[in-house]
């Protein structure tokens, strides 16, 4: 079975500072993608960026990066120059490895969530 | 270019009404998935088809049905609606692997 876990219900942060929302997860899966979300308070879902387990290298997107922890089973969002409009819901995903009848592939797995706050 | 598309937006029901969710996509995607969200409890999987003809149970089935017939449409039937069916429903697509799923806009559904 998977699971996500983000411990941070709420963050705060000022405008133009550096933001980490964390991330942990559980898998026996060896291969796995780890996903984060954005869903603003108009509801829709807004893929942000995508680290594979075998990825060497943090995966990066704009101001937006992964800094995965392979050993830790983390992988924590972080959020360059925040801004305003970056005030979010953020959720982190999980899509593993197959099952005995191969169909785990088509599900995702998420964390409850972090709601972000930016002040300005 | 409509991606994935969720009707209805909004839908009030009753006690033991039952009803559909639409759920459709454009972008010859294998997987589909619903989810319900919920305060405080994240995304949480309902269903999950990985292509025509072939569907799974996620991780809170009970009351729902589903059936893919075609690669486009993944519709979600709601068989006698209760007041814990209330929620905000959502639809995804993606392709086979380790890849990102698309969303629906969502249906917020209201059981009385």
């Known amino acids: 079975a998977q699971k996500i876990t983000q411990t941070q219900p709420g963050m705060f942060v000022q405008e133009k500072e550096a933001v980490t929302l964390d991330c942990t997860y559980d898998?026996?899966?060896?291969?796995?993608?780890l996903f984060w979300y954005k869903q603003p308070s108009s509801g829709e879902m807004i893929f942000l960026i995508y680290?594979?387990?075998?990825?060497?290298q943090n995966a990066t997107e704009g101001r937006y990066s992964l800094n995965f922890q392979k050993a830790r089973k983390s992988a924590n969002l972080v959020i360059s120059a925040s801004q305003l409009g970056d005030s979010a819901m953020y959720f982190c995903?999980?899509?593993?490895?197959?099952?005995?009848?191969?169909?785990?592939?088509?599900?995702?797995?998420f964390g409850q969530g972090t709601i972000l706050t930016v002040h300005p | 270019n409509a991606g994935v598309t969720q009707t209805p937006k909004f839908q009030v029901l009753k006690t033991g009404q039952s009803m559909t969710l639409q759920c459709a996509q454009d972008?010859?995607?294998?997987?589909m998935s619903w989810y319900r969200q919920d305060p405080g409890m994240g995304l949480r999987l309902i269903h999950y088809?990985?292509?025509?003809?072939?569907?799974d149970q996620g991780e809170v089935p009970n009351g729902y049905n589903v059936s893919r017939s075609t690669t486009e449409d993944f519709p979600l039937r709601l068989l006698s609606a209760a007041p814990s069916q209330t929620s905000v429903y959502f639809c995804?697509?993606?392709?086979?692997?380790?890849?990102?799923?698309?969303f629906g806009q969502g249906t917020r559904l209201t059981v009385v």
């Open positions: 680290q594979g387990s075998y990825d060497e």
């Open positions: 995804a697509s993606s392709v086979q692997g380790y890849t990102e799923a698309f």
């Open positions: 088809s990985v292509g025509a003809g072939i569907t």
């Open positions: 972008m010859n995607h294998e997987y």
């Open positions: 995903a999980m899509r593993g490895g197959s099952n005995a009848g191969g169909t785990s592939y088509g599900k995702l797995t």
């Open positions: 898998t026996s899966d060896q291969s796995y993608g």
